[in-house]
């Protein structure tokens, strides 16, 4: 098993900075591959990024692309997501997620961290 948890979220303004931490334990995670989505109120948790347990294959969103960045750190079994030039549209709650196919569906995930809270302000 492998327990996710997220830290980092908070309130920013749009233009500001986040960066988000998923630490894992239980279980390394440097065979896995790791993925980071978001939920908004009502919705679908959507693809946001996600990096092949090497780190060095990494795929996003396009709405992302160029402003958030996914990176790991497998001695720490630790994942981060940077997420620059925010803007309130990335408002959601953000989830980490284990997976040992590198995919972007949300729907073959194995494990999923609790979840934490991103809001940009205008």
């Known amino acids: 098993q492998v327990q996710l948890v997220e830290s980092g979220g908070g309130l920013v303004q749009a233009g500001g900075s986040l960066r988000l931490s998923c630490a894992a334990s239980g279980r390394t995670i440097s065979n896995y591959g790791m993925g980071w989505f978001r939920q908004f109120p009502g919705k679908e948790r959507e693809f946001v990024a996600a990096?092949?347990?090497?780190?060095?294959?990494?795929y996003y969103r396009d709405s992302v692309k160029g402003r958030f960045t996914i990176s790991r750190d497998n001695a720490k079994n630790t994942v981060y997501l940077q997420m620059n030039s925010l803007k309130p549209e990335d408002t959601a709650v953000y989830y980490c997620?284990?997976?040992?196919?590198?995919?972007?569906?949300?729907?073959?995930?194995?494990?999923w961290g609790q979840g934490t809270q991103v809001t940009v302000s205008s």
């Open positions: 997620a284990a997976n040992k196919i590198l995919v972007s569906d949300a729907s073959l995930y194995d494990y």
């Open positions: 990096i092949a347990w090497t780190g060095s294959n990494t």
